[in-house]
Each structure stands twice: as C-alpha cells, then as structure tokens.
C-alpha cells in the first residue's frame, strides 16, 4: 500500500530563512506525488505534483520540490520565507491504478516568526 | 467564480439528526470526491465519482451516502449522525486521468452535539 510520511507537524522558521518540509513516500510503484497549502479555516491549494519528466518541480509562491527516487522523498521547500506562507501543508501520493485517489501526509504546521 | 462550492460551511447538529452538504463544481471535471478531515487534520478519502458512476467507496459507515445527480455535483447525506462524524467534510474535483490537479472546495465544518 502507498503512504506518505512528513516529518515533523511543527516546523518554525525565521521570516527570510529557508523552509524545508519533508515529505517521504512509500510506494511499490511508481508515485505521482502532491503539495498541497491549507490556510485557516480554507480548503487545500495545490503548490506543486510530480508526475514524470523533470524531478525538481517549481510550483506556485515561490515553493519548489525534487522527487528523488533513491531517497524515495519528494522534499518540499522555499529559499526566504515570508509570514504569509504560515499554513498547514500536506503532501500526497497517488499511483497508476489507485484512482487518481490522493493519500494525505499528516501535515506540517509551518510557523514563520520575526 | 468558485471552482468547487460546498454548503454549508457551518453545520451544528444533534446526534441523530439526518444532513447533507451539497457540493457543485463548475470546472468541467467528471469526477468528483469527498474527503473528511478530522480534528488532527488527518485527511482521508470517503468516495469517488465519475461520470456519477461511484469508483471508489472507501471504509465508510452506511450512514454517509453519496449522490451525483450529474457529473457536476456530488452530495454527502448522513444519517443518524453521531460524535464522531464531527470534522472538515472536503468536496474535490478533477479530470479523471492519473495525475490530474484534484481542486478542494473551502470545506463544510461539520459539529455533532
């Protein structure tokens, strides 16, 4: 079965330091992988997916992420960070036959200080 | 325009009440879900519709019974609710290829007292 595992639910930053969430995915084939955002009291938002092709994946607010296969990781992260990326945020895996039915992380509070 | 819209966004309900929460998009997707998060945010599928077809019907009580009277909305109706039903209901939407962005509509709070 397919699972996602973050690291770390709290994660505080520095505003202007740099964010890395950890996201690593089990899956006995091969993964298409997800970030999602949530704000307060909101829905998701997608930041990024990897699907195929390019393993560093830009996505949107100035987050990025590179699946490594060998590492089976898909890290998450933002070279400044800024008070509005303080979210929740989620990675999610899915797979060829699943669906297209996401499998969630247990999130990664983010908290970004002065 | 909202891409994915549930109502409501705020229920609070006695235990054994019956509800739905109503779920349209209007991004021409054909297939559409419900998610539920619990109160550790914890995130799961419930149901997958395609074309109102069901595909998938995770571990779900008979008391959660979805309807799709077209490709476009997909409705949650519970009965008997009890306690534990109480968290963040997700509607989604997506084409259905593997890899398609699934957009989440803004939740529907939901509070059994």
């Known amino acids: 079965a397919q699972s996602v595992t973050q690291l770390g639910s709290h994660v505080s930053v520095s505003e202007g330091a740099l964010v890395l969430l950890r996201c690593n995915y089990s899956?006995?084939?091969?993964?298409?992988l997800f970030w999602y955002v949530q704000y307060p009291n909101q829905g998701l938002q997608l930041l990024l997916k990897?699907?195929?092709?390019?393993?560093l994946v830009k996505g949107i607010n100035g987050f990025e992420a590179e699946f490594k296969k060998s590492e089976t990781s898909f890290h998450l992260t933002k070279p400044s960070a800024h008070m509005s990326d303080a979210a929740e945020y989620f990675c999610a895996v899915t797979y060829l036959g699943g669906g297209n039915k996401l499998t969630f992380g247990t999130g990664t509070q983010l908290k970004v200080e002065l | 325009d909202t891409a994915v819209s549930q109502t409501p966004k705020y229920l609070v309900t006695q235990m054994g009440n019956d509800k739905s929460i109503k779920c349209e998009q209007n991004?021409?997707?054909?297939?559409m879900y419900w998610y539920k998060q619990d109160s550790k945010k914890f995130l799961k599928i419930m149901f997958s519709?395609?074309?109102?077809?069901?595909?998938i019907n995770e571990t779900v009580p008979n008391r959660f019974s979805p309807k799709s009277p077209d490709k476009a909305h997909l409705n949650l109706h519970i009965n008997s609710l009890e306690l534990g039903d109480s968290a963040v209901y997700f509607c989604?939407?997506?084409?259905?290829?593997?890899?398609?962005?699934?957009?989440f509509g803004e939740g529907s709070w939901l509070t059994v007292v």
């Open positions: 991004l021409g997707h054909d297939t």
């Open positions: 899956s006995s084939v091969p993964p298409y």
């Open positions: 519709y395609n074309n109102k077809e069901l595909i």
């Open positions: 989604a939407s997506s084409l259905r290829d593997l890899g398609n962005t699934i957009y």
């Open positions: 990897y699907t195929t092709g390019a393993t």
